[in-house]
């Protein structure tokens, strides 16, 4: 604490990110990542950038990436934004639409980044409770909002709403911006991108953190009309005009490009939840429904916290949230390699 | 514009980057690049950094490169914030520490983007005019304020301040940050970092964007003591926790620990300087004393903006500012390679 502060910054309550440790040899299912490397596409378009006039900066519009991303979900180049990492692109969009007179609304249980942005932009969160089933239901939603944001699925209960029931959210919440917040969408949902020619208050937010193995590259990108796009286009040029580098702008793009190595890493992944949960189940655990690449579990007589730490003694790390209270039992386990999960599976017999 | 945008959208002025052209063949000299490319040891950090673990996390809190940027200043790591181009390093800052009740001091002729973070963060500007030699006067900062910013060496002027004068300023302006802006300093000023330990309120910032010819891997840094380290990671935190991927902090890392390049590189650009503003004043411009990597140079009979137009006819592109007026005669000319300058001095006498 400083006096040298500029008075709100005392009030922030920073996102805590989960842990990425340094030490080797861990089996790290804690912060969602793909266990596959990326394309290697993507190293060589890196590899390529790297000797390509790093000296000069990039574009700072991003053209060829966000053609590749338009042409990728069949819109115009000027519905497409990108970012360094979704996390920016949502502090951006927070900015740009949800500073409004009426509260913000999302889900109680949600990515806890959200009330952080609400803290650092003084935007006014009304949170929604899930249903007893840790759903989110989007009629609770229909109520006077200055913006509507959830993630589909949900973090961290992995839980999947369809298109059918956004599409009718979109039909009655017509004056605020709803933004699906898409970061687990390519694992198991169908993305509300096709959406946005009909909705113009309909924001998808997207990264290249998960399905396509990019977490650390930083790359994340909204998709909505061109009227909310310039929105956001106001506030980066505002704050940072080249927030992509040469590296991710070309990195992002091949990765768009390699559609075949994306299929084969979403489909084993998809492959692998399936068998993690069935194996979960038969160890004793409710598992949620996930559409994502983890699953939400909750042992029947162990407590999550003593499984957690009983697992991390044997080098698996994965995530427990002590609050809220109604997810204190529950472990987020990220959905790894077939190793992995044989790994974590053992750590759990040995547990219970 | 749309109803759906956050009221004070509306009014942002966005800062408008340095045209960066698309066309092959261009002699650029118009956002101060550097015209060699980076350590070949940036590279090969980053082609490494590329096939490895592209699909986790960066580390967030960017330690190795903190720390190697802490040894370079001989401050400690808790000293060190980094960010994705000091852009971002100088948004977070007037997030961090700007916002008070009284208005922030920054030269009236400076870098445009500071009148643009006033207004995305609700900043009260307070411009202080330069002399008639278009130089800064510390004295006139001596008055009540909630920060003060200015760069050192100035831009567009490439004028530079010694640290005498700063460390004057700093024994009489104890109650807000003051923020040394230090884009340039490498090309041939004094960095206020050695000061660092001595006085509470300074922050200095840093970019590797210029004299590490990395303008296109966006990385920026801010030095300072633990207190005000501490607010810039409290936004940062409340942002986005990962603003370099692994790319960016290898490659920065690379750059910081290869000074023999480094020196080559930055005493090039001081020897092309100076024949620059030789020839430049035997054209007939008057060219103020440059510190930086760019000379700002007004010609005694012709109009600045015809001849960068005439320039820019030829495939030479620098930079002209319509406003403020008093620097509309000026143009603010990036140093090349002696084949740039070679070209830039043949096109101004085809002009001439």
Chains 1, 2 share one sequence.
């Not at 390529?48 to 060829?64: F, G, K, M």
């Not at 990765?255 to 949960?277: M, N, P, S």
């Amino acid at each position: 604490m400083s006096n040298l502060w500029s008075p709100r910054v005392h009030e922030l309550k920073p996102y805590v990110p989960g842990e990425q440790p340094k030490m080797a040899r861990l089996v790290k299912l804690n912060t969602n990542e793909h266990p596959m490397p990326p394309s290697p596409k993507v190293v060589a378009a890196i590899t390529q950038a790297a000797t390509d006039s790093l000296q000069l900066y990039p574009d700072p519009e991003s053209t060829e990436l966000r053609q590749t991303l338009a042409d990728y979900y069949q819109l115009s180049i000027d519905e497409v934004f990108v970012g360094n990492g979704s996390d920016e692109v949502l502090a951006h969009a927070f900015q740009a639409f949800f500073q409004q007179d009426k509260p913000l609304l999302f889900p109680d249980i949600s990515y806890s980044f959200y009330p952080v942005y609400c803290g650092l932009y003084q935007v006014t969160p009304k949170q929604v409770p899930l249903d007893e089933n840790l759903a989110i239901h989007l009629q609770d939603y229909e109520q006077a909002n200055g913006g509507i944001i959830f993630p589909n699925p949900n973090a961290p209960t992995g839980q999947l709403l369809p298109l059918e029931a956004i599409e009718k959210l979109l039909q009655k919440n017509t004056q605020s911006v709803v933004l699906v917040d898409e970061a687990y969408i390519d694992f198991g949902g169908e993305s509300a991108a096709k959406l946005v020619p009909k909705y113009p208050n309909l924001l998808v937010v997207q990264t290249l953190s998960k399905s396509r193995s990019l977490a650390g590259l930083r790359v994340g990108f909204a998709l909505g009309q061109q009227h909310l796009i310039d929105a956001l286009v106001r506030v980066k040029d505002s704050f940072n005009s080249y927030p992509l580098d040469r590296l991710a702008q070309a990195g992002a793009k091949a990765a768009f490009e390699d559609e075949a190595y994306f299929q084969v890493g979403r489909t084993a992944i998809i492959k692998e939840r399936e068998r993690l949960t069935q194996a979960l189940i038969e160890l004793g655990f409710n598992v949620l429904p996930s559409a994502a690449n983890f699953v939400f579990a909750s042992h029947k007589t162990q407590a999550a916290e003593a499984l957690a730490l009983g697992l991390r003694e044997q080098g698996i790390i994965v995530r427990h949230f002590k609050q809220p209270e109604k997810i204190a039992n529950y472990l987020r386990i990220t959905v790894g390699t077939s190793e992995q999960t044989d790994a974590l599976l053992a750590g759990l017999q040995s547990l219970l």
